[in-house]
Antibody, heavy 115, light 110 residues
């Protein structure tokens, strides 16, 4: 069974940092591109970042470029999102999703940025 | 990276058909055949319903179909069922090599 499990969310003050993880199982993680997508409470989906199979290509939404870094460890079947200089408007549930078309999603991890 | 434009709401009675539009520009929807549609029930993770404009993943009912004309993509749900009531989001690849979502459409089954 394909599973994606996000972790690492929590409460952080503005300007702080967090690292999210997405543990993959039930499929060959190393052959899939992977996305991060976020959803603020009561709002719509917003695409955040994309990484290719070996991590050599990454893409970011303008709103997070220069602050967030996506990476992966294929040996550990894990995707990461390092989030620095966090802002109040980064508050959201963060999802990881498999493949170029995001055919499987995790259940998300909540990041709350507040003082 | 402007969001794609979707109507905030749509509705239909059981058995009817409803179409949700997704309007972009010549730099995203109009440029690539890389439009996807996602269904999201309250409190749940999104689910892929359509990819590459009109392809259905395994397990998605053929009541769901996608199309595109110019800068506008569309999702049609035929034979509406109560379980189709959900939020629907479109997404497209763009010429700046990033993805963008629409604002979402709340589909109500009357």
């Amino acid at each position: 069974e394909v599973q994606l499990v996000e972790s690492g969310g929590g409460l952080v003050q503005p300007g702080g940092s967090l690292r999210l993880s997405c543990a993959a199982s039930g499929f060959s993680f190393s052959i899939y591109w992977t996305h991060w997508v976020r959803q603020a409470p009561g709002k719509g989906l917003v695409w955040v970042s994309l990484i290719n199979t070996d991590g050599s290509m990454t893409r970011y939404a303008d709103s997070v470029k220069g602050r967030f870094t996506v990476s992966r460890d294929n040996a550990k079947n894990t995707l990461y999102l390092q989030m620095n200089s966090l802002r109040v408007d980064d508050t959201a549930v963060y999802y990881c999703a498999r493949g170029r078309w995001a055919d499987y999603w995790g259940q998300g991890t909540l990041v709350t940025v507040s003082s | 990276q402007s969001a794609l434009t979707q109507p905030p709401s749509a509705s239909g009675s059981p058995g009817q058909s409803v179409t949700i539009s997704c309007t972009g520009t010549s730099s995203d929807v109009g440029y690539y055949n890389y439009v996807s549609w996602y269904q999201q029930h309250p409190g749940k993770a999104p689910k892929l319903m359509i990819y590459e404009v009109n392809k259905r993943p395994s397990g998605v009912p053929d009541r769901f179909s996608g199309s595109k004309s110019g800068n506008t993509a569309s999702l049609t749900v035929s034979g509406l069922q109560a379980e189709d009531e959900a939020d629907y989001y479109c997404s497209s690849f763009t010429t700046t090599n990033v993805d963008v979502f629409g604002g979402g459409t709340k589909l109500t089954v009357l």
